[in-house]
């Protein structure tokens, strides 16, 4: 099979790293890439958004299989333009139409859709551009910590957590008044805060049969222990000690099912990822968002445990056939560290040109923010590399992970130093 890989990040890297391993993979494509998949397989230089460009380039290259990495294109249709073009039609793609991408797209559509079919989630309320004042004296009803959540995509960045309600209210007018986060805050909700343990389930479904991917968690703050701003992600860890068999049973009976039955009961056609972020709260899964596509980083390390051909599952989610495939996962750990540029979630400079990049049998370098400059590979992006260690225990790596970042280095470089600690200790508090 020829296939296209849309995206140019870190989850794009892993996809096309482990796309690469399968036999059923002949010529591969990633639109636009970066300078680690071009190590794989051949950039295009196409935007992801640009759905007449990478038509064209599917007609020009037989492409028999396209897998959409980020939101973006998801939101904004692709698969519809891909269906509504007869030259088009045939060709696989895993990823929802415009309609099922509203489930990550609209955190008030998910919202409701949540509550329509019973899925567990956080109270909230919505408040429109023009309800500020409404949603300034709603927060006085509040208890802090106060969530505030932008509706529409913001790139990871659209929530905002804290404990002080005079902050909150500075907060909502920005983001309602201001604009802070765009058209993506013309809306904005306000949330119940759920105290407890985050967590990242992924599920490949065809619409009417799924798999559930290896479980994973990621740190969204900046700083050690998860301090200051939100970000993209700043790692990874998988598996998650908590999420034990009697956990992921119940994940499976009161979010997935639901979930997916609310998706035929509602006729919205989905073949494609489901990222659900979850909370453990006292042992019950509450759903804080849903994505449409796999995380990132989270992908990192995901795709490190999964033994299973991609290329047959991602064929048979295009093709309807889910109910014929299991997945087999690897009982390893994998720890992704993703390193930044200095200055990030804020401003940051690119072109910093980068040192030490080499290959590892203990982790994996997936480039997300890089680009090739005089033959040399620069930063591009605000988070630059996700190192994936991987190990037989949540130390070892975690070791491997850090062994291989600590030879890494560009003018400016950041990363966390504390991705996986939290785990360890629920590990060994769990162990006793």
């Given at each position: 099979?020829?296939?296209?890989?849309?995206g140019?990040?870190?989850?794009?890297?892993?996809?096309?790293?482990?796309i690469?391993?399968?036999?059923?993979?002949?010529?591969?494509?990633?639109?636009?890439g970066?300078?680690g998949?071009a190590l794989?397989g051949?950039?295009?230089?196409?935007?992801?958004d640009?759905?007449?460009?990478?038509?064209?380039l599917?007609l020009?290259?037989?492409?028999?299989?396209v897998?959409?990495?980020?939101?973006?294109?998801?939101?904004k249709?692709?698969?519809?333009?891909?269906?509504?073009?007869?030259?088009?039609?045939?060709i696989?793609?895993v990823g929802p139409?415009k309609?099922?991408a509203q489930?990550?797209?609209?955190?008030?559509?998910?919202?409701q859709?949540?509550?329509?079919?019973?899925?567990?989630t956080?109270?909230?309320?919505?408040?429109?551009?023009?309800?500020?004042?409404?949603?300034?004296?709603y927060?006085?009803t509040?208890t802090p910590?106060?969530?505030?959540k932008?509706?529409g995509?913001?790139?990871g960045?659209?929530?905002?957590?804290?404990?002080?309600?005079?902050?909150?209210?500075?907060a909502i007018?920005?983001m309602l008044?201001?604009?802070k986060?765009?058209?993506?805050?013309?809306?904005?909700?306000?949330?119940?805060?759920l105290?407890?343990i985050?967590?990242?389930v992924?599920?490949?479904?065809?619409?009417?049969h799924?798999?559930?991917?290896?479980?994973?968690?990621d740190?969204?703050?900046?700083?050690?222990?998860?301090t200051?701003p939100?970000?993209?992600?700043m790692?990874?860890?998988?598996?998650?000690?908590?999420a034990?068999?009697?956990?992921?049973?119940?994940?499976d009976?009161?979010?997935?099912?639901?979930?997916?039955?609310?998706l035929?009961?509602?006729?919205i056609?989905?073949?494609?990822?489901i990222?659900?972020?979850?909370?453990?709260?006292?042992?019950e899964?509450?759903?804080?968002?849903?994505?449409s596509?796999m995380?990132?980083?989270?992908?990192e390390?995901?795709?490190t445990?999964?033994?299973?051909d991609?290329?047959?599952?991602?064929?048979?989610?295009?093709?309807?056939?889910?109910?014929?495939?299991?997945?087999?996962?690897?009982?390893?750990?994998?720890?992704?560290?993703?390193m930044?540029?200095?200055?990030y979630?804020?401003?940051?400079?690119k072109?910093?040109?980068?040192?030490?990049?080499?290959?590892?049998?203990?982790?994996?370098t997936?480039h997300?923010?890089?680009?090739l400059?005089d033959?040399?590979?620069?930063?591009?992006?605000?988070?630059?590399?996700?190192?994936?260690?991987?190990?037989?225990?949540?130390?070892?790596?975690?070791?491997?992970?850090?062994s291989t970042?600590?030879?890494?280095?560009?003018?400016?470089?950041?990363?966390?130093?504390?991705i996986?600690?939290?785990?360890?200790?629920?590990?060994n508090?769990?162990k006793?």
């Amino acid at each position: 099979m020829n296939i296209l890989i849309v995206g140019n990040g870190g989850r794009e890297h892993a996809f096309a790293w482990k796309i690469r391993q399968s036999s059923l993979c002949n010529q591969l494509f990633i639109a636009p890439g970066n300078a680690g998949t071009a190590l794989i397989g051949e950039n295009a230089p196409i935007a992801v958004d640009d759905f007449e460009g990478l038509g064209k380039l599917c007609l020009a290259k037989d492409i028999n299989l396209v897998v959409v990495g980020p939101e973006v294109p998801l939101v904004k249709g692709i698969r519809d333009y891909f269906e509504a073009h007869t030259d088009l039609r045939k060709i696989g793609l895993v990823g929802p139409g415009k309609l099922g991408a509203q489930l990550e797209g609209s955190k008030d559509f998910s919202k409701q859709f949540m509550i329509r079919n019973g899925v567990p989630t956080a109270k909230a309320r919505t408040f429109l551009s023009h309800e500020s004042a409404e949603a300034v004296n709603y927060l006085n009803t509040c208890t802090p910590p106060i969530v505030l959540k932008a509706d529409g995509l913001a790139a990871g960045k659209g929530v905002i957590i804290t404990d002080s309600i005079d902050e909150a209210k500075v907060a909502i007018k920005e983001m309602l008044e201001d604009k802070k986060f765009g058209s993506a805050s013309s809306k904005v909700l306000i949330e119940e805060f759920l105290d407890g343990i985050e967590l990242s389930v992924f599920v490949l479904t065809d619409g009417e049969h799924y798999v559930v991917l290896p479980e994973a968690k990621d740190y969204k703050r900046i700083g050690d222990g998860d301090t200051g701003p939100n970000t993209g992600g700043m790692g990874a860890v998988s598996p998650v000690a908590f999420a034990d068999e009697a956990f992921m049973k119940k994940v499976d009976e009161q979010v997935i099912k639901p979930t997916i039955a609310g998706l035929k009961k509602e006729s919205i056609p989905y073949k494609g990822f489901i990222f659900i972020g979850l909370m453990n709260v006292k042992g019950e899964p509450l759903v804080i968002e849903y994505n449409s596509r796999m995380g990132d980083p989270e992908t990192e390390a995901v795709l490190t445990r999964i033994e299973s051909d991609l290329v047959e599952l991602f064929n048979a989610c295009a093709n309807g056939n889910l109910q014929n495939q299991k997945i087999s996962i690897s009982n390893d750990y994998a720890v992704t560290v993703v390193m930044a540029s200095g200055g990030y979630p804020n401003e940051f400079e690119k072109g910093k040109v980068i040192k030490g990049l080499a290959d590892s049998d203990k982790a994996w370098t997936f480039h997300a923010g890089t680009t090739l400059k005089d033959g040399k590979v620069v930063t591009n992006g605000g988070r630059v590399l996700a190192v994936t260690g991987k190990g037989t225990s949540i130390n070892e790596a975690s070791e491997n992970a850090y062994s291989t970042v600590s030879k890494i280095t560009w003018d400016g470089v950041y990363f966390r130093k504390d991705i996986s600690q939290d785990l360890k200790r629920i590990e060994n508090d769990l162990k006793q």
